[in-house]
T-cell receptor, first 110, second 117 residues
Framework: DAKTTQPNSMESNEEEPVHLPCNHSTISGTDYIHWYRQLPSQGPEYVIHGLTSNVNNRMASLAIAEDRKSSTLILHRATLRDAAVYYCILMGDSNYQLIWGAGTKLIIKP | EPEVTQTPSHQVTQMGQEVILRCVPISNHLYFYWYRQILGQKVEFLVSFYNNEISEKSEIFDDQFSVERPDGSNFTLKIRSTKLEDSAMYFC???????????????FGPGTRLTVL
């Protein structure tokens, strides 16, 4: 399975944008980039996913580098409720399981 | 909004006992999954299930584990003879389609905390 690298933790101020990076230099052409998050004491929650083009949804935006070796999850205006561990996961077209790394713990300061 | 539910929220059992963890996936979903998370560690895949069959399983999912969809709504994980190291949070998830590549998101339940004494 292709691996991802994320910073262990990041801090941001409330109501400011947050950019969460993910490196995946060994990504293959058919791997999708998925982001999930896990709020404290809760189950994981889907955030967004993409293949090549940037993606937007009501929760976040996903910016994918042209060479696809890295991506950035963007929270446009962080709230205290966005404090969570964010996971960047690669999903190949022959897999049905999510392979989790350690993720980035996002701390939001009021 | 539809959601995945899990019962019980916390299960305490003695080592060697059998436990059954229950999940009710989202009603129109066809693919079901179990993951676990030992305290302080990362989430680990256990098994995926589709059309009444296991489609993938990890090395963790040995002969002590089994899954079943006994009726049209429940999806269960059974651990036949629990060990201390089975203590973890167990998450059930479901998806409308198989998560091969893209076009899918897995919806997770709140988890069952299993404590083996």
């Amino acid at each position: 399975d292709a691996k991802t690298t994320q910073p262990n933790s990041m801090e941001s101020n409330e109501e400011e944008p947050v950019h969460l990076p993910c490196n995946h230099s060994t990504i293959s052409g058919t791997d999708y980039i998925h982001w999930y998050r896990q709020l404290p004491s809760q189950g994981p929650e889907y955030v967004i996913h993409g293949l090549t083009s940037n993606v937007n949804n009501r929760m976040a935006s996903l910016a994918i580098a042209e060479d696809r070796k890295s991506s950035t999850l963007i929270l446009h205006r962080a709230t205290l409720r966005d404090a969570a561990v964010y996971y960047c996961i690669l999903m190949g077209d022959s897999n049905y399981q999510l392979i989790w790394g350690a993720g980035t713990k996002l701390i939001i300061k009021p | 909004e539809p959601e995945v539910t899990q019962t019980p929220s916390h299960q305490v059992t003695q080592m060697g006992q059998e436990v059954i963890l229950r999940c009710v996936p989202i009603s129109n979903h066809l693919y079901f999954y179990w993951y676990r998370q030992i305290l302080g560690q990362k989430v680990e895949f256990l098994v995926s299930f589709y059309n009444n069959e296991i489609s993938e399983k990890s090395e963790i999912f040995d002969d002590q584990f089994s899954v079943e969809r006994p009726d049209g709504s429940n999806f269960t994980l059974k651990i036949r003879s629990t060990k201390l190291e089975d203590s973890a949070m167990y998450f059930c998830a479901s998806s409308e389609r198989g998560l091969a590549g893209g076009y899918n998101e897995q919806f997770f339940g709140p988890g069952t905390r299993l404590t083996v004494l």
